[in-house]
């Protein structure tokens, strides 16, 4: 987990994440549904939908970007949902969005890192993050938190990219990944580094099974990993 976005730059992972983050914001939503054709979408409903027996109350997104997920999990109707990431410049565009939406008092969405969380333990009923762990300094501080603040009982959602491994999906999975989607990313976000930084970050995060490993090591249990899309993106499940 030591890929960062400006290696001709100092300051820790985190500080690189969020200044990557506010320079791209602007073009954030774009680039996503772009450089996806839409599937992100998909993604986040399918992921959504696996809440839907334990119409979860109150919800925790963490790195919560422009609020997409967040949004998304209105269709569980919650009494609230609190969005949390490192990047103001993220966090202002999904505030727009929000009160476009007119949800302001069900979404709130608040600066906080997700490896040292403002919450006591035991306060919410569901905790989710979209495309947000990858990012994380340290991925188990970042799980382990995500599990302290989750009453037990609750359900823990994490929607990441993840490596394609069969032919020939996997070969032209990675020539997009690492040609087709920086030029496109950095003409449209005029940031070089951030869409570089994603498919080098997607090659170090460990997928599938060594993702399930540092879930239960933070304390999940009954954890599940869906494979979407022939294995661009996985969702996990795990519960307290």
């Known amino acids: 987990m030591s890929v960062i976005p400006y290696k001709d730059k100092d300051g820790s992972k985190r500080e690189q994440v969020a200044e990557m983050f506010d320079n791209i914001s602007p073009k954030y939503d774009l680039l996503n549904h772009v450089l996806s054709g839409g599937v992100d979408i998909y993604w986040r409903k399918r992921a959504i939908r696996l809440l839907k027996k334990q119409q979860p109350k109150v919800i925790l997104d963490i790195a919560t970007g422009t609020g997409d997920f967040a949004i998304e999990a209105l269709s569980?109707?919650?009494?609230?949902?609190?969005?949390?990431?490192?990047?103001?410049?993220?966090?202002?565009?999904g505030r727009e969005k929000i009160a476009r939406l007119k949800k302001e008092n069900i979404i709130s969405?608040?600066?906080?890192?997700?490896?040292?969380?403002n919450f006591t333990d035991n306060y919410f009923d569901a905790v989710i993050v979209s495309f947000g762990v990858r990012n994380f300094q340290n991925l188990l501080s970042g799980l382990s938190e995500m599990n302290r603040v989750m009453k037990p009982g609750g359900t823990c959602i994490v929607v990441e990219f993840s490596k394609p491994k069969s032919f020939p999906f996997k070969q032209l999975y990675n020539f997009y990944f690492k040609f087709i989607l920086p030029i496109i990313g950095n003409t449209v976000s005029k940031d070089s580094s951030a869409y570089t930084y994603l498919p080098e970050s997607v090659q170090a995060f460990p997928d599938g099974?060594?993702?399930?490993?540092?879930?239960?090591k933070a304390g999940f249990k009954n954890t599940k990993c869906i494979s979407l899309t022939f294995g661009v993106c996985s969702i996990y499940i795990g519960q307290k």
């Not at 099974?209 to 239960?216: D, S, V």
Request: hydrophobic fraction near 45%.
């Open 109 to 117: 969405l608040q600066s906080g890192d997700s490896e040292s969380l």
């Open 209 to 216: 099974e060594a993702f399930l490993g540092i879930y239960k």
């Open 76 to 93: 569980l109707n919650p009494e609230k949902i609190i969005g949390v990431d490192i990047s103001e410049g993220m966090l202002a565009v």
